[in-house]
């Protein structure tokens, strides 16, 4: 926590430390925050702002070989700075988390997961035959895939900023893997993976494909990708594999045991909600749309928030960041509409926001 | 010996699932099942096994085994798997796997032939 000092100064010292962990103001706010330190004759100025300044603006990456087993995270193959390696899933790994790590820092001045530099760690080559990827709750997993049904799950930028995201989450709203607060967290992953992939791609929202995995099922499997946000339920339809199961709107809500509460399956709904929300807004999504969600994940959303309180929430926060009323305001109100979900405006103009977020 | 098995969640969200007959396997593939039932310590092993710190996009699995003598649910995520219960679920889901893959050849054929 940062110490609240009874001096005032004309601009707020956690203002200014987060000044100092962007390098284009870095030396004026730290030149600042030492001068105004020594007036209030502290002298450990710069352990104080230690927490603002480590690994400013700086990814610290390291890529792990599980070597097809199971304890993580395995052999350390490469680290921040270190030349690219012959093994393409662990220069994906390295590439993908950089390019996440950019995206945070650029969109939303976010460095890393925690917001101070934490360093991102992740394991290719889990297990054998492994479909699948996943966030441990301290790093990023990644499997080979089967051989059969999916390639090696590095393969996606968008699916390297799913499992990133997952960590901000956990850092922030820390939403219940668990019926709806679950489908949500599913959601911000798919929302902020699939907008790392349209700033690397310099896309507009109306470019964008919108799909989650594209690639990632081998040339048997008759289907595009894992997920659509713009088409929920239609990313693929195989006859061994089944259909995409997921709802578009809260009439197609699946009520289910399995996973965790169907948390991959009524993703959909929040997913396809953004996805109207940013294309009725236009430009790149990661500028408005996407500072909303922002917004809403860092200082609004909790734990046990489901479908309801993210629209309310969401739309909390359009009017703080542009206005009652505005532009931002009706897109995210037509966007949760769209997927039959009404926000309730007197909960979002009172939603509570959390403290020291 | 019927063994019900389900594998939800993951990245993918896609669900393998399926049930094993004895009566329908060959008698070398029943009795790996049998082996990997026992060394699991299946009819030990608490219905429910859990963590709160598993992660995102884990594996789901629910196991039902019914020996006609004996029946045993369990359901667990991937994280919590006792050691001795893996090889078990490892099976399983490679026979899905395997059996959706017979299923693409087969489909595969007829549309070449």
């Known amino acids: ?17 987060r000044l100092a962990a962007l390098p284009e103001h870095r030396d004026r706010a730290l030149r600042t925050l030492i001068l105004t330190e020594r007036l209030r004759g502290r002298r450990a100025v710069l352990d104080h702002v230690a927490s603002a300044t480590t690994g400013t603006g700086q990814k610290r990456r390291t890529v792990y070989d599980a070597q097809h087993g199971t304890t993580l995270p395995g052999k350390l193959v490469r680290s921040e700075g ?12 390295y590439d993908f988390c950089g390019a996440t790590y950019d995206f945070y820092m650029k969109a ?10 934490m360093r991102l760690d992740s394991s290719v080559h889990y297990d054998q035959d492994y479909d699948n990827a996943f966030w441990d709750g301290q790093q990023m997993v990644y499997g080979d895939g089967d051989g059969t049904i999916f390639d090696r799950f590095t393969k996606c930028l ?3 900023g799913h499992e990133l995201t997952h960590g901000v989450t956990a850092a922030t709203a820390n939403l219940d893997y668990q019926g709806q607060s679950g489908a949500l967290n599913e959601s911000v992953s798919d929302v902020f993976g699939s907008m790392v992939k349209q700033m690397s791609n310099n896309q507009t929202a109306d470019q964008a494909d919108w799909l989650i ?13 894992l997920r659509s946000m713009k088409a929920p339920g239609t990313a693929y339809d195989d006859p061994q594999l089944g259909k995409d199961p997921q709802p578009a709107n809260m009439s197609g809500y699946v009520n289910t045991t399995s996973d965790q509460g169907g948390v991959h399956t009524n993703s959909g709904i929040p997913n396809h909600a953004f996805y109207l929300i940013a294309v009725e807004l236009g430009g790149f999504s990661w500028e408005r749309a996407g500072r909303i969600w922002y917004e809403a994940l860092t200082k609004r959303l909790t734990s046990s928030s489901d ?15 542009y206005g009652a009323g505005s532009t931002e305001q009706k897109a995210v109100q037509n966007g949760w509409d769209g997927v039959g979900i009404k926000v309730n405006q007197s909960a979002a103009g009172t939603a509570k926001k959390k403290v020291g977020a | 010996m019927r063994v019900r098995f389900e594998r939800s969640g993951g990245f993918a969200g896609i669900t393998l699932g399926g049930e094993f007959d004895s009566a329908n396997l060959p008698p070398e593939q029943t009795s790996e099942l049998n082996r990997l039932i026992e060394g699991s310590r299946f009819f030990e092993l608490p219905a429910v096994i859990r ?24 359901e667990l995520d991937e994280k919590s798997a006792p050691e001795n219960l893996r090889p078990l679920l490892k099976w399983l889901t490679d026979a899905q796997r395997n059996l959706i893959a017979t299923k693409k050849q087969r489909a595969q054929n007829v549309q070449e032939p």
């Open chain 2, 51 to 74: 963590t709160t710190q598993a992660g995102a996009d884990r594996f789901q699995f629910t196991v039902s085994v019914d020996t006609g003598t004996q029946k045993h649910s369990i």
């Open chain 1, 158 to 160: 968008d699916v390297v």
């Open chain 1, 307 to 321: 479908f309801q309180a993210a629209a309310d929430a969401t739309f909390g926060a359009a009017g703080n960041l």
């Open chain 1, 108 to 117: 939303y001045s976010r460095n890393s997961i925690d917001d101070k530099g």
């Open chain 1, 213 to 225: 995995g594209e690639g990632l099922f081998l040339p048997s499997v008759n289907g595009v990708a």
């Open chain 1, 82 to 93: 270190a030349a690219a390696s012959a093994d393409v899933a662990v220069n994906e790994a």
């Open chain 1, 1 to 17: 926590m940062s110490h609240r000092s009874p001096i005032c100064c004309i601009v707020p010292e956690d203002i200014l430390c």
